[in-house]
């Protein structure tokens, strides 16, 4: 390794793998270097409440509006999928729905927090049922560091309430948060449903609504403290707001919370030892240098901005004794991609995946208090583990409590819908809106889908961004085990829906706003989740995979590559949790081995 | 009814009839004077002051909504600008007015879909006629959302 190496650790991407891997080598002693590619703009509250007033003031209020990108450092946005003229090249045939952030604390400024760990059998998919891979570590492995990740970015949720499909707890753990309380309509919804058993293929399901793991602030357990808006000057000394120790319910979980009831990643860097940390905003990593006979990394390469706006740049090297790429599934097999064709053996990029979605919703018999509490609260876990996994994908449903807001793009929507086609006005329009708003019900129901190498993160000389890096090419294509899982989820929402007398309005509006794809015949509207993973796949060796369990490259003894993209198969849990767990396990491994001379 | 003569408590009362909210509600917004301005700067005015004119010439009372719909709602060149005054308060954006209105009768460049401000996006009367709170803003509190909706008083 290099001699004259500045840092001991340099990062790339401060979101939350990057954040909690810096956390902890700067706790042990570590000088490490994060480099951002987008503006830090995020961490001192007069800036974030701008964005804050960017989401109000949009006309269009997607995943990513309130987080628009810097020339230098563009992302793919929900806007572009129709128009062909986005961040990502989409070679099809499917779109991939998927969105990220590039900007301080990365794609956590606009998750919706759902924390679910991963079920035992989403480790050895292969072994199971017989489908997908397995994953080098089990689900024992990783639970200390579940706990871990649990508190670090603090999740809310009974311990009790989370014991199923075989999920073990450490004796005496509980989550650092009271669970944040069911919304009403979860309530009542869970009256009408708890006691519906429901047949898929041979097995029969109880399903029952039940409340999720969230990284939102609730009631803390014990001493744990939860950490609120964030509000760090210039000056890098963190001021107190007394804001977001709690979720508020502010609806609006995705894009933004505006109290920061949520967890984002700068909050770890704010508790992080700032005397062993340099963050580098307005850095964007572009190559990685590698001795040419070691394989091992040199340096970063990176192109340093003043102006968000501008497309000047100047290049820079960061240089230490270990790499970590931490920039997103996709950006992490992009650069490695760029840097030359010394990795991977040509599975850099591959197994692309995702949690295609279909929305259902429906009008409830009476008013559920719709578009209040956090986005959702509650969900329906019991789809995710069977033996219907060797025949199609297992899914998870999402229970909103914003009304239809993400499938149709209500209220707007059914207020235009009102006005313009059924031309009502006065009372009876105010009548009928106070009526159908509050009754409005929606769930997600997110499929898993499982790795294809043929699925895949490219890049082509022939597109480039504004500072000449490459722009993704993304082939995607959802396979007939995911769309076998969809319409088995969607005839089970439909008898969910039947059994709370919701009347099913799923099919009749708003379809165009979502990839299309024809399955059987039929057109299915699925929509991304967010939940990029499997770009650089950990497995037993190098033959089947990128990087080894502590996502280290195979090919590069001191680059490590964290984040969803080194899972080998994603199950139905949103990744960002397990993700977490990794990372600090990943960190753990690094600080043994650097403490030891390695 | 009463002959208001000030523009905006006649374009208040026009609003008034036209969502099914009350005159001191839509006031309570404090996005009346605004909601108007952003008229004036988009419609023509002859348009605005013959939307106004009719809409003082009809019936007060019950007689009052089946006339706006003849009179009003049902006009080629009035109707859709009454209908985008409802998108306005209900959503505190102004929608752009239909294609052939437009070819009709004249397009300004104000006339896109917009968001008139930060403030008005919060006012929208979308939300409280919902039972609910603005997304993103005026949260409620930690747990309201497990209780009973507004307006549903027995368990």
Known sequence: ?598 | MSAPNDRLELFVALSAALTGVKAFRLRGTGQAEAYLAAVEAIVPWPIIDDLFSQFAALPAGDALEPALESGILADPRLGAVARNLILLWYRGAWSQLPPAWRASFGSSAGDTNHVISSAAYQAGLQWEIAGAHPVGARQQGYGSWALLPAGEDTP
């Open chain 1, 1 to 598: 390794m290099s001699e004259a190496a500045e840092f001991d650790v340099v990062i790339v991407g401060a979101g939350v793998a990057g954040a909690l891997a810096a956390g902890q080598f700067a706790k042990s002693g570590l000088k490490v270097l994060v480099l951002e590619a987008g503006p830090d703009t995020t961490r001192d509250l007069a800036s974030y409440n701008a964005h804050l007033e960017t989401f109000y003031t949009a006309s269009s209020k997607g995943a990513e509006t309130p987080w628009p990108p810097a020339e230098g450092a563009p992302q793919p946005d929900g806007a572009d999928l129709f128009k062909q003229e986005g961040y990502f090249v989409q070679r099809g045939p499917h779109l991939y729905g998927s969105t990220y952030t590039r900007t301080f604390g990365g794609s956590t400024l606009h998750w919706l927090g759902v924390s679910l760990r991963m079920l035992p059998e989403d480790f050895e998919l292969r072994a199971r049922h017989g489908v997908g891979r397995d994953w080098p570590i089990g689900y024992a492995a990783l639970a200390p560091w579940y706990d871990r990740a649990e508190h670090a970015i603090g999740v809310s949720a009974d311990v009790e309430e989370q014991r199923y499909h075989g999920l073990t707890f450490t004796a005496g753990y509980d989550y650092p948060m009271r669970r944040i309380p069911p919304s009403y309509s979860d309530r009542v919804l869970g009256a009408a449903v708890n006691s519906l058993e429901v047949d898929l293929g041979e097995e029969r399901v109880a399903v029952r609504v039940r409340s999720y793991p969230a990284a939102r602030n609730s009631i803390p357990r014990g001493d744990y403290q939860p950490i609120g808006a964030l509000d760090i000057g210039s000056d890098g000394q963190e001021r107190s707001t007394y804001i977001g120790e709690r979720c508020e319910g502010n609806t609006a979980c995705t894009p933004i919370c505006p109290v920061q009831a949520k967890y984002n990643a700068n909050k770890t860097f704010a508790r992080a030892d700032r005397r062993h940390l340099t963050l580098r905003s307005q850095a964007v990593a572009s190559q990685i240098l590698f001795d040419g006979v070691t394989g091992a990394v040199s340096g970063i390469s990176y192109k340093r901005y003043d102006d968000p706006r501008s497309t000047s740049f100047n290049e820079e090297v960061a240089t230490g004794r270990v790499y970590i790429l931490a920039a997103h599934a996709v950006e992490n097999a992009k650069l490695l991609l760029a840097s030359g064709p010394q990795s991977g053996e040509g599975q850099v990029g591959r197994g692309l995946m995702d949690h295609p979605a279909l929305y259902a919703w429906g009008l409830a018999p009476f008013n559920v208090g719709a578009f209040r509490g956090p986005q959702s609260s509650s969900g329906i876990e019991d789809f995710r583990a069977g033996g219907f996994r060797a025949r199609h994908a297992a899914f998870r449903f999402d229970i909103g409590n914003d009304g239809w807001r993400a499938a149709t793009g209500a209220p707007d929507a059914t207020v235009i819908d009102a006005v313009t086609n059924q031309k009502l006005f006065g009372r009876q329009l105010r009548t009928q809106l106070a009526d159908q708003l509050s009754r409005q019900v929606r769930m997600s129901l997110a499929v898993e889908q499982l790795p294809d190498p043929d699925n895949r993160v490219t890049i082509d000389p022939a597109y480039r961004d504004k500072f000449g890096n490459p722009r993704p090419v993304i082939d995607y294509r959802i396979a007939d085990y995911t769309f076998e899982g969809m319409a088995a989820a969607r005839k089970v929402a439909a008898r969910i829906f039947r059994q709370a007398g919701i009347k099913d309005c799923s099919r009749s509006t708003a379809e165009l706003r979502f990839p299309t794809a024809i399955y059987d015949g039929e057109e299915v509207h699925y929509h991304g989740m967010g939940h990029f993973a499997g770009t650089h796949a950990m497995g037993s060796d190098r033959s089947n995979s990128v990087v080894d369990e502590f996502q280290r490259s195979w090919d590069h003894p001191n680059l490590f590559l964290l984040g969803s993209g080194s899972f080998a198969t994603m199950g139905t849990s949103n990744p960002t949790l397990t993700l977490a767990a990794l990372a600090l396990r990943t960190a753990d491994h690094i600080i043994a081995k650097l403490h030891d001379g390695g």
